[in-house]
């Protein structure tokens, strides 16, 4: 039973290691965010420049209607009104198609743009696609750009349940009205 652990752990460690390798660097704080032109749930294209002027949350996740995929959505969705109020926007970014975006979003009455990544062109550019067992997945983590187009905070590290509200209170804090 020992050996059979044993072996499990370090299998769970060889994969652990293979998603890590697959890594591109992300942006660097400050740098100008890497572009993209996806289509969203409704197939409808977006583009970075479409959000030129105000604040974006662009948070990659790994799959639709998974538990903290789904937490995390839910989330921002519960929260939407607070981003509105600063003007800020919230895009999500999965490497699944438009037909699980729509119905993922639908399901959740998710009032944001999810964009699909199919091919995970604008995950790699972003540092986040990762091999996991012989399929290519983004990993949980966001980007706030600024309304210039720079990244302004880059989060590695995210919680599905704390995270919206990181995101928001960054950005009042980075917009100087963390008092308001």
């Known amino acids: 039973m020992f050996r059979k652990a044993l072996a499990g752990i370090v299998t769970l460690a060889a994969g652990l ?24 749930q409704n197939g409808e ?9 105000q604040w974006l949350a662009v948070y990659f996740y790994p799959k639709d209607d998974t538990p903290g995929c ?15 109020a600063i003007d800020a ?15 993922f ?27 996991f067992k012989l399929m290519k997945l983004a990993s949980r983590q966001t980007f706030l750009v ?7 905070k880059h989060y590695d590290d995210v919680d599905p349940d704390t995270h919206t509200q990181d995101v928001l209170a960054d950005i009042q804090s980075l917009r100087g009205d963390a008092g308001s």
């Open 146 to 152: 600024d309304p210039q187009g720079n990244v302004a």
């Open 105 to 131: 979003a639908t399901k959740y009455k998710l009032p944001f743009t999810l964009l699909a990544d199919q091919g995970g062109e604008v995950s790699g550019r972003y540092g986040v696609l990762r091999d």
């Open 45 to 53: 294209w977006h583009e970075l420049a479409d959000y030129q002027g």
């Open 17 to 40: 290691f293979a998603v890590v390798a697959s890594a591109g660097e992300p942006p660097a704080v400050g740098s100008a965010a890497p572009d993209f032109r996806l289509q969203d």
């Open 70 to 84: 789904t937490t995390e959505a839910c989330n921002f969705r519960d929260n939407i009104y607070q981003f509105q």
């Open 89 to 103: 926007a919230v895009v999500g970014i999965s490497v699944d198609d438009v037909d699980s975006h729509k119905a």
